[in-house]
């Protein structure tokens, strides 16, 4: 049997006894949700009525979403697996029966499913509220839109183990988790939609995965791309997603490798 | 801070993180202006004052007290147990215990986009202005630093909530870069009068420039942010002391 799904469960059973920590991260990505909606109006206000397809209803309802998408997708890296690396617990992780990479996944999903909820409607809720939200009245942008979650949140995770294995090189990988928080916080479409960025930066952006973690979710799910156009963002993701996992193994494999050389 | 500056490379790549946090916010206001001309009635030179100002004011605050929201961790780790019980004030201990200098960088770029900015933004260089200036970049250092003393106190009572904070601390600092008369009903309230970061660069920019702001929010008030700074440390103080009374130990 397969000890996946236990992990997957096991995923959104640690992170659902954080219920204070949840509500808390509610309340913040509710808050820079309302900065955000206020900002991107403004500018889709003086900039005359739309900007790059955007009128300012559309313009909130992206900042509300990519709030509600924050947390799931984990924009954020954070460095449980480096703090692993760095203290050597990782070798406990290679002498199991199970794939570290896989395992690593299947939790984090688990995590992604638990926080959807508890960290994703608030921000709806308040945006509905204060600007009301642009939503898709047809079922297929919701159901290609979860698919695509999915994967941005794959890609994602395949991106910070990646960051996170830096650390059998780096001692201290602080700047480097900064650095690429930094990168993600801009070029994830995060702060501000992808399609708004002059040409440079959209080319810059486009060749990174970055935009497949969060900008090609709520693109699908809020029914901006439909059709052929959503299937060809999906395809996008799931090329990110092979290069990235096969990335990350191939430095599992070299960093161990340096491990035993350490240990040894 | 001598600890800090031993490990060269490490603390260059903080530095550089930090330069990075910064040209990260800037990108925000890049695109927008990419986009428009104006913002909130001011001009892209205009809108990279307040932008720079708030973030001057943001990170001095945070190379001094930002830390103050680490207190859970102190907590749990029973540090601010051995603060207790030493004859000096707990908050200066804890400000002094890690004056973060790698965040630097922060105030790098947001000087680099003052500098640049400034002379194209049609503001008059006179006595005025760098009195009203000093003023500012004073009174909102002072703002930050007090609601990050009020941030770390709310968690003597929510260990847990470090997060819901970050909203009054990190979304005030946001909050601060932009034109404040873009918000509009509860949120201006609370950006105004509540977490008052429209003192900290908005309106010291209306002053500047002689401009009326938006209703409600007279140019004058430019002036006010030692004021909006002083009502809010008595208010950081008292919760302080009232969370420090709080506060049972560890319990290790």
Not at chain 2, 5 to 29: C, H, K, M, P, Q
Not at chain 2, 152 to 179: C, H, K, M
Not at chain 2, 193 to 213: C, I, K, M, N, T
């Amino acid at each position: 049997m397969s000890p996946y799904p236990a992990l997957v469960a096991a995923g959104f059973r640690r992170w659902s006894t954080y219920r204070a920590a949840t509500a808390a991260g509610a309340l913040t990505n509710s808050v820079f949700g309302a900065i955000k909606a206020a900002v991107l109006v403004g500018t889709v206000t003086s900039a005359g009525a739309s900007v790059a397809g955007y009128d300012p209803l559309q313009a909130a309802t992206f900042a509300w979403t990519t709030q509600a998408f924050l947390a799931p997708v984990s924009v954020f890296a954070d460095d449980e697996l480096a703090r692993r690396v760095r203290t050597g617990d990782i070798a406990v992780d290679l002498a199991r029966p199970v794939d570290p990479q896989l395992a690593g996944w299947a939790t984090d999903l688990g995590r992604a499913a638990y926080q959807l909820l508890p960290r994703g409607v608030p921000p709806l809720v308040l945006g509905a509220l204060l600007t009301g939200l642009a939503v898709p009245a047809s079922p297929l942008p919701y159901v290609l839109g979860v698919v695509s979650l999915v994967v941005g949140v794959s890609v994602s995770f395949a991106a910070r183990w990646i960051v996170n294995l830096t650390a059998f090189w780096l001692t201290e990988v602080r700047g480097v988790l900064l650095l690429y928080t930094v990168l993600a916080t801009t070029l994830t479409g995060l702060s501000i939609p992808v399609a708004w960025f002059p040409p440079w930066m959209a080319t810059l952006a486009h060749s990174t995965p970055f935009p497949s973690m969060l900008q090609t979710p709520v693109d699908v799910v809020l029914g901006r791309a439909a059709g052929l156009g959503a299937l060809r963002l999906l395809g996008v993701q799931l090329v990110w997603l092979a290069v990235l996992l096969g990335a990350g193994r191939l430095l599992l494999a070299v960093g161990a490798r340096r491990l035993v050389v350490q240990g040894g | 801070m001598r600890a800090q500056l031993s490990y060269r490379t490490s603390f260059a790549a903080d530095v550089l993180a930090n330069v990075g946090i910064g040209l990260g916010e800037f990108a925000t206001i890049y695109v927008v202006f990419s986009r428009t001309s104006e913002l909130g009635g001011l001009t892209v030179w205009q809108a990279a004052l307040v932008f720079a100002l708030a973030n001057v004011a943001f990170s001095l605050a945070d190379l001094v007290v930002g830390h103050v929201d680490t207190l859970p961790t102190l907590v749990r780790t029973g540090t601010l147990d051995a603060f207790l019980l030493r004859p000096l004030p707990v908050l200066a201990q804890l400000a002094t215990s890690d004056v973060a200098l790698r965040r630097v960088g922060r105030v790098l770029v947001a000087a680099l986009v003052f500098a640049v900015a400034w002379p194209r933004a049609d503001v008059p260089f006179d006595g005025r202005a760098v009195a009203l200036l000093a003023v500012a970049v004073a009174g909102g250092a002072a703002i930050f630093s007090a609601v990050f003393v009020v941030a770390g106190s709310l968690q003597f009572w929510l260990l847990d909530g470090r997060e819901a904070v970050n909203s009054i601390t990190y979304g005030g600092s946001n909050a601060a870069q932009y034109p404040a008369s873009l918000y509009s009903g509860p949120l201006r309230w609370l950006f105004c009068y509540v977490v008052p970061a429209a003192f900290v660069a908005y309106l010291p920019v209306l002053a500047l420039l002689g401009e009326p702001g938006p209703a409600g929010l007279p140019a004058w008030l430019g002036w006010c942010s030692p004021l909006a700074a002083a009502v809010l440390w008595a208010v950081a103080l008292l919760l302080w002391r009232g969370g420090v009374r709080h506060y049972t130990g560890s319990g290790s």
